[in-house]
């Protein structure tokens, strides 16, 4: 059974290194090591502070590999084939995009392509950049930039509703048409369960786990 939450030590006087805000009240705390399934509270409104990170640096360059592999499948594989009259249609997720743009419907062709490829394209390229330097103990060239980056884009990969939608647009579809599932939903399926893993890693703690410099 995992130990109850813990809450932080109010912090009057700290290094900065050392300093954790509240995001929802601003109290400051001063920063305690964190085991395994601990989780630190904030004393006056409860909000979640920190968690302990059970991937390092190198399980999360790791992980950025797999995601990028699985990444590249997804988009190259077939997603479904559809069959009328003994005629098979294969298409991957860009021959839907390109559809739905010509078919008058752009704002959900650029929605689709940005939530579903661009976006999670550039999150994992800005991670795999800032661990493989973090692997070698120092901070990538941009590393705050890309921080920043990285928080604003975390909302928007959405490969978990896609994977949803194909399916059920899979069982309306079959009404009219033979429909099969290509390896490429399946790789999306894969794609969407590495990047729910990865909504529960804590970046933040990037600053402390790649440290500065020395100047």
Aim: net charge positive; hydrophobic share 50%; proline share 6%.
């Amino acid at each position: 059974m995992n130990p109850p939450p813990t809450r932080m030590e109010l912090a009057p006087k700290a290094s900065t290194s050392t300093l954790l805000i509240c995001e929802h009240c601003d109290t400051v705390y001063r920063r305690r090591l964190l085991h395994r399934g601990d989780v630190a509270r904030c004393a006056r409104c409860h909000a979640v502070l920190e968690r302990h990170q059970r991937i390092g640096v190198n399980g999360l360059l790791a992980l950025v590999v797999t995601v990028m592999v699985v990444f590249v499948q997804a988009n190259v594989w077939p997603i479904i084939t559809l069959g009328f009259n003994g005629e098979q249609i294969h298409t991957t997720l860009w021959g839907i995009i390109i559809m739905m743009w010509k078919q008058h419907s752009q704002v959900v062709a650029v929605l689709a392509a940005g939530t579903l490829f661009f976006f999670p394209l550039c999150k994992m390229l800005a991670l795999g950049w800032l661990l493989a330097y973090g692997r070698a103990g120092r901070r990538a060239p941009g590393f705050g930039p890309l921080m920043v980056v990285l928080h604003y884009i975390a909302p928007w990969t959405m490969s978990e509703v896609f994977v949803l939608g194909v399916l059920v647009s899979v069982v309306k579809a079959h009404l009219y048409f033979n429909v099969t599932p290509d390896a490429g939903v399946f790789a999306y399926a894969a794609l969407a369960v590495l990047i729910t893993i990865f909504s529960g890693v804590d970046m933040r703690q990037l600053w402390e786990k790649i440290p500065e410099l020395a100047p």
